[in-house]
């Protein structure tokens, strides 16, 4: 299986703060990288798919970049309402793994 | 509007057996394939299972092949997931999500998940 090493498993910044959260693959697994978005009690919300495209409707504050092995995940000004878990997800292999989240915070 | 909405969740004994049913709308569910994925209580995602277009290939994580089956229902638009010999470790929010036309495609739409308890 592939491993999805996803760091940091949380922090907590400023709103208006650039917040940045990285995820490793274990082998190469191109550009079929998800990135998702959990609020408490609730389902998982696309945010970038293939590594770097916005899923429609998501503001465009939240990027994604990568591929091959490393990725980034940013939010370039953190909002109040982007308190949440944040998932990375790759999708070239079977079983799709899963990072093990960042839980984001406000400072 | 697409809307997926689960259902058959609730407490059952170690050993025992769970249907979960997921009803699909506003979309042409016979188009797409679809997963589904659990999440324990406070801990991650975890994929389960996904099911071709037509029923004729499916996939599982290793924990839970031989025990779960997925399967659909084109015309009645809805998505199965068939759960035996279920254990505690099978605790989880299972949720239905929709993915692309493709095999490598995204999930972008998730039900609302339903629980599934596992103890005696």
Redesign the interface.
Known sequence: ?IQMTQSPSSLSASVGDRVTITCQASQDISN?L?W?Q?KPG?????LI??ASNL?TGVPSRFSGSGSGTDFTFTISSLQPEDIATY?C?Q??N????????TKVEIK | EVQLVESGGGLVQPGGSLRLSCAASGFTFSSYWM?W?RQAPGK????VA?IKVDGSED????SVKGRFSIFRDNAKNSLYLQMNSLRAEDTAVY?CARDGVWF?????Y????TLVTVSS
Do not use: H
């Open positions: 299986d079929y998800n998702y959990q609730k389902a998982p919300n696309l798919y293939d899923e998932y997800q999708f070239d079977i079983p799709r793994t899963f990072g093990q989240g | 997963s994925v991650g995602l975890e994929w996904n996939y599982y994580v290793d949720y490598k495609e995204s999930s972008n998730w039900g609302p998940g």
